[in-house]
Every structure is written in C-alpha cells, then in structure tokens.
C-alpha cells in the first residue's frame, strides 16, 4: 500500500520528503511532487514531515482523494526522479518558524 502525494502539495511543493525517503520513488514538476508507487516501500516517514499533510497512505485517502492515486503512478511515469530537497514554489504558504519544509 504506497503512500500518495494528494492536491494540498500543488502550488507548494515542500520536499523534506525527499530527505527522508530511503529509496527514489520521488518525482517532480514544476507544481508538485508524486510519489512513484512501484518504487514506494510504504515505509511512512513521508507522511508526517510534509507541512501540509499533502502525503498519505492510499488506503487513507477519502473518496475525494481517490484519484490522486492514479494522478501520481501517471505524473511519477512522465516526470523527473526527484533526489533533493528542493526550494518551495514562489507563493507557498509560509510555514511557522521551525516547521522545516515536507512533502
């Protein structure tokens, strides 16, 4: 059961993620992040590093969110392996002082 990057990291794209990650299933554009599932070992430790809760467990998800499973195995086939953290998107939110940046 991957974990599944959802539409709250769109327009941020926060990538601590990508720090804690112990393999690459990270991908990237120039919007957000997507978790690759085939390559995701359902280790978790994405999850509670993302600011913005952008990262779940599929089985997780509610029915709003259903479809970012398959938005993510399409845009992790079509997008660049993502092996750092990044920079935030210009127009983030502001994260609290020593919040860090996630997911």
């Given at each position: 059961?991957?974990y599944?990057?959802?539409d709250l990291?769109s327009?941020?794209?926060y ?7 112990p393999?690459?299933c990270f ?16 280790c978790g430790?994405?999850?509670p ?5 952008a990262?779940q467990?599929?089985f ?13 195995r399409e845009r992790?086939?079509?997008?660049p392996?993502?092996t750092q953290r ?16 996630g997911?």
């Amino acid at each position: 059961m991957p974990y599944v990057v959802t539409d709250l990291c769109s327009g941020c794209r926060y990538t601590e993620c990508v720090t804690v990650c112990p393999v690459e299933c990270f991908h990237v554009d120039e919007r957000m992040t997507y978790i690759d599932p085939d390559n995701c070992i359902d280790c978790g430790g994405c999850a509670p590093i993302c600011p913005v809760g952008a990262i779940q467990a599929d089985f997780l998800l509610p029915a709003d969110k259903q479809a970012w499973i398959g938005i993510n195995r399409e845009r992790a086939a079509l997008t660049p392996v993502l092996t750092q953290r990044l920079p935030p998107l210009p127009g983030a939110p502001a994260l609290p002082q020593g919040a860090g940046g996630g997911g």
